[in-house]
């Protein structure tokens, strides 16, 4: 177990089921409470609000919807994010969000853990 994720209060905002349990299941056995996990913006800006939050895991394609208001809403409280994607190329992403940070799928538990 990661020691320092331990009591961490992580949001999961995925809307493939099996990769949201996978996700939720890695980081609570890092010791995270898991928020969600949402598969979509709407749900995931009902989860976390009045939460306080110390990270999220936002995987960018929601269903043909972009995660991105998330991670404004993010930002603006100063939570730190990481995107999940398919995606290769940074094109995907508008300016404000090119150099965040990100993982590729599949997700390595290891990288998911150390992000």
Same mark, same amino acid.
């Given at each position: 177990? %990661?020691?320092? $994720?331990s009591?961490? %209060? =992580?949001?999961?905002? &995925?809307?493939?089921? #099996? *990769?949201? $349990?996978? #996700? ?6 890092s ?9 979509? =913006? &709407?749900?995931?800006? !009902? &989860?976390?609000?009045? =939460? +306080? $939050?110390d990270?999220? *895991? #936002?995987?960018?394609n929601?269903?043909? +919807? !972009?995660?991105?208001?998330?991670? &404004? $809403?993010?930002?603006? !409280?100063?939570?730190?994010? #990481? @995107?999940?994607?398919?995606?290769d ?5 508008p300016?404000? @969000?090119r150099?965040?940070?990100? /993982? ?5 538990p290891?990288? /998911?853990? +150390?992000?």
């Amino acid at each position: 177990m %990661n020691t320092s $994720l331990s009591g961490l %209060n =992580v949001l999961v905002v &995925e809307d493939a089921f #099996l *990769v949201a $349990l996978d #996700l939720s299941d890695q980081l609570t056995d890092s010791g995270c409470h898991v928020i969600g996990p949402a598969a979509s =913006v &709407e749900h995931a800006l !009902r &989860e976390i609000d009045g =939460v +306080e $939050l110390d990270g999220a *895991v #936002l995987d960018v394609n929601l269903n043909g +919807e !972009r995660s991105f208001p998330i991670a &404004e $809403l993010l930002t603006a !409280r100063g939570i730190p994010f #990481l @995107f999940l994607t398919g995606y290769d190329s940074s094109t995907a992403f508008p300016d404000a @969000f090119r150099q965040s940070p990100r /993982l590729s799928k599949p997700v390595d538990p290891k990288a /998911l853990t +150390e992000a």
